[in-house]
């Protein structure tokens, strides 16, 4: 039962929520067909993030963003508001993955087991806020010094 | 009697074109049949697929501009310009009131008839539509990036303004020409009685610059004319370029019963202005400033809010002492549309109750000036010699000629009201090739880049006055009735018909690709720069200033912030300040409160939008959100405490950040 209800209501958000569908994008005349199928996306791969001494510059940048753009749905803490708390987050999720669901949020809801696991227990669809992959590095940077 | 010979003339039109709409049950017999098979295939977009064309279309009496796709028709937006529309809260929240000042005040509604593109070299360009105020004389001007209205200017020393938002080959000048001329001037010059019209009233034209960076709008000059009532325009272009052409009516000057009275003359006029003359005397220091009080409202995307600005004085032209500027074209009988074809040579005349459509040519036009070949003069301006103009007479195009769009191979299509159909005639020969009837009473026609330089052609879209039995029974009102044609070939050919909102006018198309890829989908909450912007939930708070409460509120799927408030007082006036944080595509969210006299706000991602309430009782109000966003959604809202005027409850918020739980 518990299930069940879990994929109609995903269902019906994917509906409601539909604002990043970029599928569509391209087709400015009547072409025979069906609807063109989602485009690749280039997902962030581990060997692109490499991770050092943590730099207290990209970490105040990252701060200014989390303030303006994440705040309002994840605390500094381990408690969940709508979505996870950041402390101790890299112990969960790989550092790919937390830059994959801030640049390709998208992506990641509609391919990524993971993240679907994700949806299914906040209910809210993450926001693609728009960050570039130098600001999601960033944002990475300030979860890491929690 | 003029409409007695008529009536004569044609009596099998008439037949087919005013019996038909008002006798139910009498439909002609190629209503059905005027449909081929392959038309649903030539309108059919499959879902996920995107229209050839963004199709603008004029609200009338909505006072909007809705926006279509083409070929499906299905429509896209309604773009709120002049009238007031609670679900967006335009007009309502405190950002949007100043659009619609005026020096009557603030103006909830109008009536938006001709919609006008920008353009470079003579073709649309894509960057911006404008849209007249026909009622109190305004220009607006619509932003194609994020599809709002950006910049509305009153028109002074005018009124019914219907002649506009014409549009030079550069977007040099937008026009507005005065429908109802008027006593002008000081108090005491406009004090006076009706039926001294002939002495007392005056007309105006008005060349209103819109400015290339900020499509912020401003009046150059203002043309004094005789007083009489101008009707529709379009600018010269190729050769013609630097002249505008009116056509005009009531050259009775006729003040009751309008109907009777100014339709006496066999002739009435097209107005041809000389821009480029009125632009060089306007530098020379010619012009004189005069009583010319206007509004200039202006919406900006960096602040998201809009500011008035207002103007005293225009600059005037007064064509009795500057000669050249204005000549008159003999036209018949109260022309309606005046329409110039691709090339710049030939300016249609549409009389409107004439049996044959004039079609003027400019370099006899030029001609005929540099000669004087005048017939007479009207009060002061000459009036040129109507055999001397003429290129040729359209004869029998049909009844009741409206209006003329062009496509690319050299044929003008007109629309003909009281016969209800769209004719079709070879501009240089003048000879009808083709005639469609229309379901019912035609008023304007488009075809994409119809009144431009280089028309896109492949489609002519009627915008009928009648709808009658085309769709459903819906009461007594019905929805308006467009219908779609293809011009492809060399037989117009029905494709559908699809309702409309309001009551279009004249509609616009462009190619989707001249405007698609360059819209905003969200607004960057860094480039925010309104000074109640809440950056970050951090930042949600509650200040009292006397008896203004300010909240800095945010939102996000699925909350907002502060969503607790207590201290606020009966008779204290509330501004929610609220910002969307979301920075994705088509996340707006709303806010509506109990009680709300006003509306609710759709405030767009990375924007901040202002609702004024003042609570009028006490209690615990709810607000929520009104734009589904997500699962949690309904779990959207929040209370405000009001209290009695007195109240000793301290003002607080729960803006106790996410982050606080550690």
Redesign the interface.
């Known amino acids: 039962m518990l299930k069940g209800f879990g994929l109609v209501?995903i269902l019906?958000?994917a509906m409601?929520?539909?604002?990043?569908d970029t599928?569509?994008e391209g087709?400015?005349?009547?072409?025979?067909?069906?609807?063109?199928a989602a485009p690749p996306t280039d997902l962030i791969t581990a060997d692109q993030v490499k991770l050092g001494e943590i730099d207290p510059g990209m970490v105040a940048k990252g701060k200014e963003l989390y303030?303006?753009?994440c705040?309002?749905?994840?605390?500094?803490?381990?408690?969940r508001?709508?979505g996870p708390g950041w402390?101790n987050l890299l112990d969960q999720r790989k550092p790919e993955w937390i830059m994959n669901m801030i640049v390709h949020t998208d992506a990641m809801l509609e391919t990524d087991p993971e993240a679907q696991a994700m949806l299914e227990e906040c209910?809210?669809?993450m926001?693609?806020?728009?960050?570039s992959v130098d600001d999601a590095r960033n944002v990475l940077e300030f979860i890491r010094s929690l | 009697m003029r409409r007695t010979p008529l009536t004569t003339a044609f009596p099998l039109l008439l037949a087919a074109g005013i019996a038909v709409p008002l006798a139910q049950g009498c439909k002609p017999a190629n209503t059905k049949s005027a449909v081929t098979g392959n038309a649903a295939s030539k309108v059919f977009v499959p879902p996920g697929q995107y229209d050839e064309f963004y199709n603008f279309v004029s609200g009338g009496f909505n006072g909007q501009m809705s926006v279509y796709g083409i070929p499906s028709g299905r429509m896209l937006r309604n773009i709120p310009v002049f009238s007031v529309n609670p679900e967006s809260g335009w007009g309502y929240s405190e950002e949007t009131k100043p659009m619609l000042m005026s020096t009557h005040g603030f103006i909830p509604w109008d009536d938006s008839h001709h919609v006008e593109p920008s353009m470079t070299d003579g073709v649309p360009d894509g960057r911006w539509m404008f849209i007249n105020g026909n009622n109190t004389p305004r220009i607006a001007l619509i932003d194609l990036t994020t599809f709002r209205t950006k910049t509305i200017i009153e028109i002074p020393n005018s009124a019914g303004n219907h002649s506009s938002p014409f549009i030079t080959p550069n977007s040099e000048y937008v026009v507005a020409g005065t429908r109802f001329s008027l006593p002008l001037g000081t108090d005491a010059e406009r004090d006076v009685p009706i039926d001294t019209y002939k002495k007392n009233f005056k007309g105006t034209v008005s060349f209103v610059h819109p400015d290339k960076e900020t499509g912020k709008m401003s009046i150059a000059f203002q043309i004094l004319t005789p007083g009489i009532h101008f009707d529709l325009s379009h600018a010269g272009k190729g050769p013609s370029d630097g002249w505008f052409f009116f056509s005009t009516y009531n050259t009775e000057q006729a003040h009751e019963l309008l109907e009777v009275n100014a339709s006496q003359n066999d002739k009435d006029f097209i107005m041809a202005v000389n821009w480029k003359k009125a632009e060089q005397y306007v530098k020379e220091g010619k012009g004189k400033m005069v009583p010319g009080r206007h509004y200039m409202n202006h919406y900006s995307d960096e602040t998201h809010m809009a500011t008035s600005e207002v103007v005293e004085q225009v600059l005037q032209l007064d064509p009795k002492e500057l000669t050249d500027l204005l000549y008159f074209m003999p036209c018949p009988k109260s022309p309606h549309g005046c329409d110039v074809d691709p090339t710049g040579e030939f300016i249609v005349g549409s009389g409107k109750l004439a049996a044959l459509i004039p079609v003027f040519s400019f370099e006899k036009m030029i001609k005929a000036i540099d000669g004087k070949d005048y017939e007479g003069e009207f009060d002061g301006i000459p009036v040129l010699n109507y055999e001397s103009v003429l290129h040729g007479e359209v004869k029998r195009p049909g009844l009741g000629p409206l209006h003329t769009e062009f496509d690319n191979n050299g044929f003008a299509y007109s629309s003909m009201f009281v016969s209800s159909e769209i004719v079709k005639w070879n501009v240089k020969t003048l000879e009808v090739v083709d005639r469609v009837p229309t379901y019912y009473s035609i008023g304007h026609l488009s075809i994409p880049g119809g009144d431009s330089r280089k028309p896109w052609g492949k489609y002519v879209i009627a915008y009928n006055k009648i709808t009658k039995d085309r769709y459903l029974p819906t009461g007594p009102e019905l929805a308006q009735s467009a219908q779609l044609f293809s011009i492809d070939g060399p037989k117009m050919e029905l494709l559908s018909d699809y309702p409309s909102i309001g009551e279009p006018h004249y509609a616009q198309s462009l190619p989707a690709d001249l405007i698609k890829d360059k819209s905003v989908k969200f607004f960057k909450i860094e480039d925010n720069k309104h000074p109640y912007v809440t950056m970050g939930e951090k930042e949600a708070r509650v200040v009292r200033d006397g008896k203004n409460v300010h909240v800095y509120m945010t939102c996000i799927r699925s909350h907002f912030a502060p969503d607790n408030i207590e201290g606020v007082k009966v008779g204290d006036d509330v501004y929610f300040h609220v910002t969307n944080l979301e920075q994705d595509w088509d996340v707006p969210h709303g806010f509506a409160i109990k009680g709300a006299q006003t509306a609710e706000l759709l405030i767009m991602p990375g924007e901040t939008q202002t609702l004024k309430w003042t609570p009028t009782s006490v209690g615990v109000k709810p607000f929520y959100c009104t734009d589904f966003c997500s699962a949690l959604h309904q779990e959207m809202q929040g209370y405000i405490r009001v209290s009695p005027a007195g109240s000793n409850v301290p003002l607080s918020a729960n803006t106790k950040a996410a982050d606080a739980g550690l």
């Open positions: 209501t019906a958000l409601a929520c539909g604002g990043g599928s569509t087709a400015s005349t009547p072409a025979p067909g069906g609807a063109p303030d303006v753009k705040q309002a749905c994840h605390s500094t803490g381990t408690n508001v709508v402390k209910l809210v669809r926001p693609n806020q728009n960050l």
